[in-house]
């Protein structure tokens, strides 16, 4: 490893002046007023350029001008790195060794240099950083300008009764039959004058339920009504509430349920109508619950 003073380079390359760059991006600015460029195709030409499509390529498929579409690919605020000048100006001593040798052995090189050695490409950077937001804040602003250009006319409101008369004189499209077999009717098991009578056949249902799993449930309760004796708990419980505890879910064995009659051109598998009769169990007991397996199963 040699530091940067007393070798020879080429120095750090010439790079346009601040004046040229922006005489630039603005001949870039009148190349896609002339063309009628408009903001959709700027956001596509970046999007395609994000996967590395190359301009050729974006300019075959978007029907774009090759140079228009590098003036919409067009970033003023970019700037190069001082590392980066660096190598610019010391890769041709390096010119005959493989380019992974040239990487590492630029790398070590910039490491050893002082903060002297590293002042004129770090001031170089620091000028073009710089100009890159000047440059970069009036290219903002075009684009600003070019959205609005290519905006979409306001669609006027329409009054209620405008679009009441257009609803009626478009012409009516009738649906297409549908090819599968019509459900049956679903079957209402209750009116809602019997739902007062309902719940009270399944306070009993579910008092004993409750009764028996009250050693899973009471953890999930305030610490004050925990106990089988609390205001809570009888009220829960209703004549379960004296009765012994006697513990374990009573719906873990629910069996199968038999294939429903209500669904047509298809079949429950086995592990379905084990969940379906285990929401029966439930039912049957006066209490809900939630059915938990594996995603994709058909819940």
């Not at 600003?144 to 009441?164: G, H, I, Y």
Request: aromatic share 6%; proline share 7%; net charge positive.
């Amino acid at each position: 490893r040699t530091s940067l003073v007393g070798m020879s380079h080429p120095g750090i390359p010439a790079m346009p002046s601040f004046a040229k760059k922006r005489e630039n991006m603005r001949s870039m600015m009148e190349l896609i007023k002339a063309h009628k460029a408009t903001y959709q195709d700027m956001q596509r030409c970046r999007r395609l350029k994000d996967d590395k499509i190359s301009n050729g390529e974006i300019a075959s498929s978007t029907e774009i001008p090759a140079a228009v579409v590098e003036a919409l690919l067009l970033n003023p605020r970019s700037y190069r790195s001082a590392f980066t000048l660096f190598q610019s100006s010391v890769r041709s001593e390096y010119a005959g060794a493989p380019l992974a040798d040239q990487m590492r052995m630029m790398a070590d090189r910039w490491k050893d240099c002082s903060v002297e050695d590293r002042l004129p490409f770090t001031t170089v950077s620091q000028q073009q950083k710089v100009e890159g937001q000047d440059l970069g804040d009036e290219w903002n602003r075009f684009q600003e300008v070019l959205k609005e250009d290519t905006a979409p006319a306001p669609v006027e409101a329409a009054s209620r009764a405008d679009r009441v008369d257009r609803v009626e004189a478009s012409p009516k499209v009738k649906k297409p039959r549908s090819l599968l077999p019509a459900a049956p009717k679903p079957v209402v098991r209750h009116a809602p004058g019997d739902l007062r009578n309902l719940v009270q056949d399944i306070a009993p249902l579910r008092s004993r339920y409750f009764s028996a799993n009250w050693h899973l449930i009471a953890p999930f309760l305030p610490e004050g009504d925990r106990a089988r004796d609390s205001k809570f708990a009888k009220h829960l419980l209703g004549a379960f509430a004296e009765a012994a505890p006697v513990g374990g879910l009573e719906v873990e064995k629910a069996g199968k349920a038999t294939q429903p009659k209500m669904i047509v051109n298809g079949k429950l598998f086995p592990y379905q109508l084990e969940g379906l009769a285990w929401m029966q169990r439930q039912h049957e007991m006066g209490v809900g619950g939630i059915l938990g397996d594996e995603m994709g199963l058909g819940k």
